[in-house]
């Protein structure tokens, strides 16, 4: 692994240029050469991929019915419509699984009022169907259970529910296992069979697609003649937050639910989350996916995490401001609690990790205590792959059992790591950069050693090492405000879709010191241009990058709003600086 403390930081990986492709962009769409380079860095190589790209349009999305068992679906919804069956809908504890809830119900209000929605306990129940669920369910006289975020592992439950004489309909985008369970419709894009082009959906997009495929099929049946259709774009809001909180990749149709649900989520909507936008201190504010995952997400996420989940669906579903806003307050207690458990866990691991293990000389980082709480360990997790660039899996134990929760890197599938070690797991699921296990406490040493063979197979230590992709390389006076007007184009940036890097060769430090809370500020000059450069959490760096020092940049550059002054800055991802 790379000394995190030398300079660059990272591998740089840089994007391949066709001059001809890059003409025909910027003739077409009258952007700047640089923008054209860009595109091409993410593989948009042709007009039709370029428009869909630069103007995303629901006009863009797939047929829903081109997914398996779509139509199965839509026509056992609409026999329980016609009978008056009484539905619920089974979700996840995440904002995934919340959003999803929340969108199902908002339709459903509307087809069958009485339709109510069931989320198990993250450490009672744990995640997806379980027998407990299914006998309360059917004690409350349930015909159809609807599954969102979650199902398609549930063999034995959802066979369960048969004998209760409840039907079930999945609605599911992790990766199936070799058996599905015996539903009346198994959707998940993952499916093998499945010719849906778009293997990428949250489940709030699968839930979606299912609306879509839904109310298209009872306006052919004239069920809206005398009732208001429904405008499921006004639905965007939510599936933008639960496709973000998911991390699914922002292109194809996740790019158009998130850029079109980011600006409804800036125009208040809905007033759930106008509230928590206030509670954020962000109600003034445009909209966009940063803010939503550092200020909306984690606080939906936290009801699910330490507090209630079902308060977040209300706040979601509520058109009440007074409402929201005392539910608001409530989630952003529960916040406030998820951050401080996190922080003791995560001291408590590293404390671990600077005594017992070398984490450079290791493929992978799990570890296991009966002291942690379950619904916060998958952002640990996420944190220690963050800082060590590791799969890292952490495991909380109760009574013998422990609940595991993990992440990955892009060069490790930690889904299909987990099926190679099957044989000592309880359960599993999840798909290639998240996952959950179940397993017993006396397997956790076995598992951990297996693990780290099946890691080594593909990746050695030494070759895990974070990588900078460079879209384009320039000059610094092409960094300007027509550049930065374009790029905001490429919004929503996330997975797949991050925000550009760019590469400038042999720049000055004309200034360096460090500001807040171990921020790194420049002074950088090059081509006869100055810029300020601020590089996040690398105060640390100072020594190396003296007035004088030349170096070559990886940047994103952005608009610095500060003190009614609005300046171009130079977002700091690596810095190389030549040795001696």
Not at 228 to 238: A, E, F, Q
């Amino acid at each position: 692994m790379k000394n995190t403390d030398c300079l660059p930081v990272s591998q740089w990986r840089f994007s391949i240029e066709q001059e001809d492709i890059t003409e025909q962009l910027s003739n077409e769409f009258g952007i700047l050469p640089l923008m054209s380079k860009i595109l091409m860095s993410r593989n948009i190589v042709n007009l039709s991929d370029a428009r869909k790209y630069l103007f995303p349009s629901l006009n863009d999305l797939h047929n829903p019915f081109l997914m398996k068992d779509m139509d199965k679906a839509v026509y056992r919804v609409i026999q329980a419509i016609q009978r008056k069956e009484k539905i619920v809908v089974f979700g996840d504890y995440d904002a995934d699984g919340i959003t999803s809830i929340a969108v199902m119900l908002k339709f459903f209000s509307g087809l069958l009022p009485e339709t109510d929605f069931y989320i198990p306990d993250r450490i009672g129940e744990g995640y997806g169907l379980n027998r407990g669920a299914i006998d309360l369910l059917k004690s409350r006289s349930v015909d159809l259970i609807i599954t969102v975020d979650c199902g398609v592992s549930d063999l034995e439950c959802v066979a369960y529910a048969s004998t209760l004489g409840i039907d079930t309909i999945i609605l599911d985008h992790h990766e199936v296992p070799e058996i599905l369970p015996h539903a009346v419709a198994v959707i998940d894009p993952h499916r093998p069979d499945c010719p849906f082009p778009f293997k990428h959906l949250a489940g709030v997009g699968i839930a979606f697609n299912f609306l879509i495929g839904l109310r298209g099929k009872l306006r052919q049946e004239g069920f809206w003649n005398d009732r208001t259709y429904p405008n499921l774009k006004n639905y965007l809001d939510l599936v933008a937050l639960g496709t973000i909180g998911d991390i699914s990749p922002l292109v194809d149709e996740n790019r158009i639910f998130t850029k079109i649900g980011l600006d409804l989520i800036t125009e208040d909507k809905r007033v759930g989350l106008k509230a928590l936008k206030e509670i954020c201190g962000i109600d003034t504010q445009v909209m966009d996916t940063n803010k939503a995952s550092f200020c909306l997400i984690p606080r939906i996420n936290a009801a699910g995490r330490v507090g209630s989940p079902t308060e977040a669906v209300k706040l979601l579903l509520t058109d009440d401001l007074a409402e929201a806003r005392d539910i608001a307050r409530v989630l952003d207690g529960y916040n406030r609690k998820r951050q401080a458990i996190e922080k003791t866990i995560l001291q408590e691991i590293l404390e671990e990790i600077s005594k017992t293990i070398d984490p450079h000389l290791k493929s992978s980082l799990v570890f296991a205590s009966a002291n942690w709480h379950p619904g916060v360990i998958g952002i640990v997790a996420s944190r220690l792959v963050d800082r060590f660039y590791r799969p890292a899996i952490l495991i909380s134990l109760r009574n013998g059992i422990g609940k595991g929760s993990g992440r990955s890197i892009a060069d490790f599938n930690i889904y299909q790591g987990l099926k190679k070690c099957e044989s000592l797991l309880l359960s599993y699921g999840g798909h290639q950069y998240a996952a959950g296990i179940s397993i017993r406490e006396e397997d956790i040493e076995e598992f951990k050693n297996i693990l780290e063979g099946v890691i080594r197979e593909d990746i050695q230590p030494v070759n895990m090492i974070s990588q900078t992709t460079i879209d384009a390389q320039c000059q610094l006076h092409d960094v300007n405000h027509d550049l930065l007007v374009q790029i905001a184009m490429l919004a929503p940036f996330g997975s797949r879709n991050p925000e550009p890097v760019l590469c400038v060769r042999n720049v000055n430090v004309a200034a360096s010191n460090v500001v807040g809370n171990n921020h790194l500020r420049l002074r950088l000059n090059g081509d006869g241009v100055s810029c300020n450069g601020i590089w996040f959490s690398k105060g640390h760096f100072i020594k190396q990058l003296t007035s004088g020092t030349t170096s070559d940049i990886a940047f994103t550059p952005q608009f610095n709003y500060w003190n009614g002054v609005n300046e171009i800055q130079l977002k700091m991802k690596d810095m190389s600086v030549p040795a001696g």
